[in-house]
């Protein structure tokens, strides 16, 4: 009675589809939680911008306003380009 005895090496091609349709189901379920991280870190950084922007126009405008009134120059001229700020003194600003 001569069995020949099959050894099993490696994996069937059913259990290797099975296994990379696992693995892409995953990698499409984090990207898309990751595209959703940024968009939302996007808007966030957006709104903040907006905010700063809104500050550095109330500044000039305050500034401005009290120019007018008769205060003089109130030591800084905040100068807004493209949203970003520079406060130049006074100094500097009338030469």
């Not at 922007?53 to 500044?59: D, G, M, Q, T």
């Not at 003089?72 to 100094?91: D, I, K, L, M």
């Amino acid at each position: 009675m001569n069995r020949i005895i099959k050894s099993r090496k490696g994996f069937a091609l059913a259990e290797m589809i099975l296994v990379v349709a696992i693995i892409v189901i995953l990698a499409a379920v984090l990207t898309m939680s990751v595209s959703t991280y940024i968009n939302n870190a996007r808007a966030r950084s957006n709104e903040a911008a907006a905010g700063r922007r809104s500050v550095l126009v109330n500044i000039a405008s305050s500034e401005e306003q009290m120019n007018n009134l008769g205060f003089g120059n109130t030591g800084t001229n905040v100068h807004v380009h493209n949203g970003v700020s520079s406060a130049v003194p006074s100094a500097v600003a009338g030469s």
